[in-house]
């Protein structure tokens, strides 16, 4: 016996705001790399398709046992709506997902809380398949990006030739 619609996007709910919560409790090294840029989506799964633009942020940094977690925050705009999200990602290289929770603010609508998923291929260029789940249903949207990244400190991935000390 199968569950309803709706029980599935809860069940799926619990188990990615696990996910969002557990990634933090972990102990982290030093943060390596902030990124910064534009995106673009196809929105299906609503009334009718929509194009959508926006800006995200991602801090990614390397856990003990060097795998890299990110914690990333930003907005996607379209006709008659604007999403704020965060999320807690993990990749390798050219490859990752993300999870966590979104409000979308609506011109003629109530305001809705909700799941979001990105399933992701990039190097700084990248594609995304994102998911977003909320009591109304769900909504998917297929998305380009460019990420300029900046290295947060880069003495400390230097290789430690200098001897020289200011401090």
């Known amino acids: 016996m199968s569950l309803p619609v709706y029980q599935k996007a809860v069940v799926k709910y619990k188990l990615l705001l696990l996910v969002v919560f557990l990634l933090p409790l972990s102990s982290l090294k030093a943060q390596d790399v902030f990124s910064v840029g534009p995106a673009f989506h196809f929105n299906f799964g609503d009334k009718k398709p929509k ?38 990602q993990t990749g390798i290289g050219i490859a990752g997902l993300s999870a966590g ?32 789940y909320n009591k109304e249903g769900t909504r998917k949207a297929f998305g380009l990006y460019i990420k300029a990244p900046i290295v947060t400190d880069p003495e400390e991935n230097s290789d430690g030739d200098d001897d020289w000390d200011w401090d």
């Open 51 to 88: 194009i959508s633009w926006g800006v995200e942020a991602a801090l990614w940094w390397y856990e003990d046992n060097n795998v890299p977690v990110s914690a990333n925050l930003g907005f996607d705009r379209r006709k008659g709506s604007t999403i704020l999200y965060t999320q807690a």
């Open 101 to 132: 929770p979104y409000v979308e603010f609506r011109k003629e609508e109530p305001t809705i809380v909700g799941l979001q998923t990105d399933y992701w291929v990039n190097y700084y260029l990248g594609l995304n398949y994102r998911v977003r």
